[in-house]
């Protein structure tokens, strides 16, 4: 590669580049730390300055590549920030003259519009920048269309500064979430793994697993899923624990597949495990008036539920294949690696403490981050160096700029909506077609998740789903908690659906296997994501809604279910299964994680049973009539 002279112009640009996107993380850290203890700014107000910070840096750090695209870039860094303090201009200006536009507030709403899609599009690529078009060509030439579709007629001049200045817009809900809460999160992650709680979370894992069949993939499950409590993107998690754990996994004898698919769908959990649940949990406590910490809890039981069947998966595929138990000498104590380590709890323990007595979520935050710098200083006082600190500060501007934007961009599609009232017609042809039969609803609802959200960020794909589809779902009777998480569910499983699966494609990459056979391998472990979000919908007590003792009779059921399920798919429990018994364990495993009613869960237990017992002693008088054949 062709080396650069220092005293280049192209030098002198990148460094100014660099300075520019050092103060502006710093910047972001400090504004948003501010804000969560002492400053209490209005929303709007919240909204504009995190994105003329996060839209600045977005451009910095995808710069145009032809000759002259740095004039470009720069000439947009200063619209979008004049944008985003012009946003503070005008709804000040609301207070005396409400609805009332001038020409050049109509161009700027417009500018604010293309510049908006084209900052999205460096950050997320061009799938939501492309709805989001095709979204304002609807509201201007929708009053064309004939039938249920039809709209009034809208003009450029009433749209544009409607999304410029709307609740539902640009700087609107789905931008403050971001602001208010998931920079902070995201921001906390960062200082966090700073502090060496990755790789104490990764032993812990590899320490509490070396006995069992096939460890590093037990490790990778539960490394992947403490590292998805704080980090919460699928394709980042991939890349986190996945260069250590999938190298691992294909030493002591999985195959490059089944290693890369076992990492994905353990770091791809990381978005419905709380309390981050990729930065979604906030987004949904906006959109339903939800607490956060009741959505928070109210997911655990399902993300738990998610990890136990990958776990008794992963179980049965290494005793399959029979992948040999960790050698002894190359085992962590357990005891050692939490008596090093188990101080890097203590932020968590605080964050989730704060969070069950009431604390807003920001403030929790504020004190995790902050205890997090005092255990890193307790810890690893070496590492606590200003470059480590700047590194952790770019990582967090780094993460949340793909989530602003999406948020940025669902202002679009949200704005649009509830002006041509189009959710309210998605979900009236949703129940037209169900006909008052839930399972139909719910699987339509299904198909539409794992499309909107193949490559789109899970964040940006349960905005859209939440306003299109989840008001359908509700209307036919299931709780607004089990219809959000539903369409959340199936929005991060389209990260490891082919043909478009993000933390696939990463872990297949790291692997060096097919995106195919990857893809496939991850879909059969994460069967009970793909069937979980449909009970819970018909039997909310996975939700914890119920009495405690519906709640607790739910759960044990569902557990013996999941594990019934692993074994079905795997064909292993102590021998090899035959298909004939896999067919008949599998609707076995479903009646057991339906809550109700109780004498499916009866049958289902009573026939798991019956088909494991009768295929064990099947292969041991094989066995025996073998032994006495050779005598």
């Keep these: 590669m062709a080396t650069v002279d220092s005293a280049s112009p192209k030098s002198t640009l990148l460094k100014i580049a660099d300075t520019i996107a050092l103060l502006i993380t710093i910047s972001l850290a400090l504004y948003h730390m501010y804000t969560a203890s002492f400053g209490i700014m ?9 994105w003329g910070l996060v839209g600045s840096y977005i451009i910095i750090r995808h710069p145009l590549k032809f000759k002259g695209g740095f004039l470009i870039d720069y000439a947009l860094i200063i619209i979008n920030i004049f944008l985003s303090y012009y946003q503070l201009v005008i709804q000040e200006k609301f207070i005396l003259t409400a609805g009332v536009y001038s020409k050049f507030e109509i161009y700027l709403s417009i500018i604010s519009i ?67 809460f998931i920079f902070l999160f995201v921001l906390f992650g960062a200082i966090l793994d700073m502090t060496g709680a ?3 979370f990764v032993n812990i894992a590899f320490s509490l697993t070396g006995k069992v069949r096939g460890g590093p993939a037990q490790a ?38 089944m290693a890369g698919a076992i990492e994905a769908v353990a770091s791809n959990g990381g978005q419905i495990m709380p309390p981050v649940m990729g930065a979604v949990a906030f987004l949904m406590a906006e959109m339903t008036g939800i607490e956060y910490g009741k959505i928070a809890l109210a997911a655990l039981p399902t993300a738990a539920l998610y ?15 029979n992948i ?29 403490s704060m969070l069950i007595l009431g604390y807003s979520a920001q403030k929790s935050a504020f004190y995790a981050i902050l205890m997090s710098i ?20 770019k990582e967090a501007a780094d993460g949340i700029g793909p989530i602003a934007a999406a948020c940025m961009l669902a202002g679009i599609v949200m704005g649009i909506i509830n002006m041509t009232g189009l959710g309210l017609k998605i979900s009236g042809i949703i129940m037209s077609i169900a006909d008052g039969r839930l399972i139909v609803a719910l699987i339509l609802a299904m198909l539409t998740s794992l499309l909107l959200g193949m490559g789109l960020p899970t964040s940006a794909a349960y905005m859209i789903l939440a306003i299109l589809v989840a008001p359908a779902i509700v209307n036919m009777g299931v709780p607004q908690m089990g219809a959000h998480l539903f369409i959340l569910y199936f929005g991060a499983l389209s990260t490891i659906t082919p043909p478009v699966a993000l933390s696939t494609f990463a872990a297949a990459g790291i692997a060096g296997s097919g995106l195919w056979e990857t893809g496939l391998a991850a879909m059969k472990l994460a069967a009970a994501g793909f069937i979980i979000p449909f009970i819970f919908c018909f039997s909310p007590e996975l939700l914890l809604i119920g009495t405690a003792g519906d709640i607790a009779f739910a759960l044990i059921t569902a557990l013996i279910g999941c594990i019934i399920l692993s074994i079905a798919l795997g064909g292993w429990f102590k021998v090899n299964l035959s298909i004939i018994s896999r067919i008949i364990l599998l609707p076995c495993s479903i009646l057991l994680i339906m809550p109700k009613p109780v004498y499916a869960n009866i049958i289902g237990l009573a026939v798991s049973i019956v088909v494991l017992y009768f295929e064990i002693k099947v292969v041991k008088r094989e066995k025996e009539s073998m032994l006495q054949q050779n005598n």
Excluded: C
């Design 42 to 50: 209005p929303a709007y107000a919240q909204s504009a300055i995190h």
């Design 114 to 180: 293309v510049v908006a899609l084209e900052i999205s599009r460096r950050a997320i690529g061009k799938i939501l920048p492309v709805i989001s078009i095709l979204f304002v060509i609807y509201a201007l030439f929708g009053s064309n269309l004939p039938g249920i579709f039809r709209t009034v007629k809208f003009s450029i001049e009433r749209i544009a500064p409607y999304l410029y200045t709307s609740s539902d817009g640009l700087y609107g809900q789905t931008l403050y979430v971001s602001a208010q």
């Design 198 to 200: 990755g790789e104490f």
């Design 220 to 257: 990778a499950v539960y490394s992947s899923m403490l590292m998805g409590t704080i980090n919460g993107s699928g394709a980042a998690n991939v890349v986190t624990t996945g260069t250590f754990t999938i190298p691992l996994m294909k030493k002591v004898g999985f195959k490059p597949a």
């Design 307 to 321: 990890y136990v069947t990958l776990s008794m998966s992963v179980y049965v595929e290494a005793n399959k294949q």
């Design 324 to 352: 040999p138990v960790t050698p002894k000498e190359d085992r962590l104590k357990a005891g050692k690696v939490m008596k090093e380590g188990w101080l890097y709890l203590v932020p968590l323990i605080v964050l989730m």
């Design 374 to 393: 005092v255990i890193g200083f307790i810890k690893n006082r070496e590492n606590m160096n200003l470059k480590r600190f700047l590194q952790a500060l």
